[in-house]
């Protein structure tokens, strides 16, 4: 009997795919609309019943996931623009550049809200090595 391929790493983080079979979405809605339950996840993944919330308070970790991820936004977003229309305190370019990183990372924040819970998980829960539910 051949084994079956796992799937892909990257492709099953972003679409936010249990960590334990790669199959089972991780949260309840596929859509962050309405906002007051983008966060809302099912107890257990309905495909192989990995248990989504290791601990009580498991997710608290997720701010440190969470604040990188902006970090990272940020300065991507600052260089981006610094390379594509450059910088300069003359024509307040910096401030201009400033303003777009920052707004990107409102208009995706609630998108690294969720994928910090992802790659929280991520970390803890090893394929076909998960902890199912009793």
Known sequence: MPSEKAPALLPSILKMKCPNCRKGNMFSNE????????????????????????????YYGTG????????AL??????????????????NSIFIALSVAVGSCLLLQAWIMRISRVLYLYMFVKY???HKAK
């Open 128 to 130: 076909g090595k998960g």
């Open 31 to 58: 859509s962050i609309f309405p906002l007051a339950s983008m966060l809302n996840m099912p107890d257990k993944c309905s495909e192989c019943g990995q248990i989504m919330e290791l601990e009580p308070g498991f």
């Open 74 to 91: 940020l300065a991507a977003v600052f260089v981006v623009y610094w390379v594509l229309i450059g910088l300069s305190y003359k024509d």
């Open 64 to 71: 440190y996931v969470s604040y990188g991820l902006t970090v």
